[in-house]
């Protein structure tokens, strides 16, 4: 009952961390003119469904992280109990847009969120990303960026392989190469970059279901709950500019 108490209170603060960073931001940019050629190799126009399923004999599975009830509302006491220190990360700049920008691209990369993978990808070339950079953190070969930048991105890959569950010693390491500021905004762009990549991939499970494939570890009414809050809005809107 208080983690609802505190959704409801902190309603504009989760407007602005979940709605904006998911189906938000994307309707922004679907409405807008896309340019697409400013990369016509990275930006298609159109979210790519790459990775969806694995298909083992004559069965399809998606295999793509979700979110259940119970898993999204851990996140969201977690993001509403850190939301001073993410707003804080969102408004200091400490971490340059198109820094920021390809650390949420490292965690999409692993997550495999084709929405966010395209959003990420405007957003980044526009925040002076070359394609390179974009295709490396994509295949998650980050040996050819910036020297200064490769820990966070391996930290960034980590924190999503693990499941938002870091090793201490990850930690360690990024606050020693980074400070503890920093580290702690590299670590909040890595949960709220999450938070998108999880509800996209949920809109994505409930399609698939709708087409037959298998879902494994989902939930069939948090999916369609998610698809018609987010899901369906979206489509349509591809459909306008379609």
């Given at each position: 009952m208080k983690l609802i108490k505190n959704l409801y209170y902190d309603y504009y603060f989760l407007e602005k961390i979940i709605y904006f960073y998911t189906f938000n931001q994307l309707s922004a940019f679907l409405m807008n003119e896309i340019d697409v050629s400013l990369s016509t190799d990275c930006l298609t126009n159109e979210p790519m469904?790459?990775?969806?399923?694995?298909?083992?004999?004559?069965n399809h599975f998606f295999t793509k992280r979700t979110f259940n009830f119970r898993s999204f509302?851990?996140?969201?006491?977690?993001?509403?109990?850190?939301?001073?220190?993410?707003?804080?990360?969102?408004?200091?700049?400490?971490i340059s847009s198109d820094f920021s920008e390809r650390i949420m691209l490292a965690v999409t990369a692993v997550n495999g969120c084709r929405y966010c993978e395209w959003g990420h990808t405007k957003m980044a070339i526009?925040?002076?990303?070359?394609?390179?950079?974009?295709?490396?953190?994509?295949?998650?070969?980050?040996?050819?960026?910036?020297?200064?930048?490769?820990?966070?991105?391996?930290?960034?890959?980590?924190?999503?392989?693990?499941k938002e569950n870091p090793s201490k010693k990850a930690i360690k390491n990024i606050v020693k190469v980074y400070g503890i500021q920093?580290?702690?905004?590299?670590?909040?762009?890595?949960?709220?970059?999450?938070v998108g990549n999880l509800l996209g991939n949920t809109v994505d499970a409930f399609d698939s279901r709708m087409n037959g494939t298998q879902v494994i570890n989902g939930s069939l009414f948090f999916e369609f709950l998610v698809y018609m809050v987010g899901g369906l809005p979206t489509k349509i809107l591809f459909s306008k500019i379609a």
């Open positions: 469904n790459r990775n969806k399923s694995l298909i083992y004999g004559s509302m851990k996140n969201m006491q977690n993001i509403i109990g850190n939301q001073e220190k993410i707003m804080n990360t969102m408004k200091s700049k400490r526009e925040s002076g990303c070359t394609d390179e950079e974009i295709k490396n953190i994509l295949d998650l070969d980050f040996l050819g960026l910036k020297r200064d930048e490769i820990p966070a991105l391996a930290f960034a890959q980590h924190f999503a392989e693990s920093k580290a702690e905004d590299i670590i909040n762009y890595c949960k709220m970059i999450t």
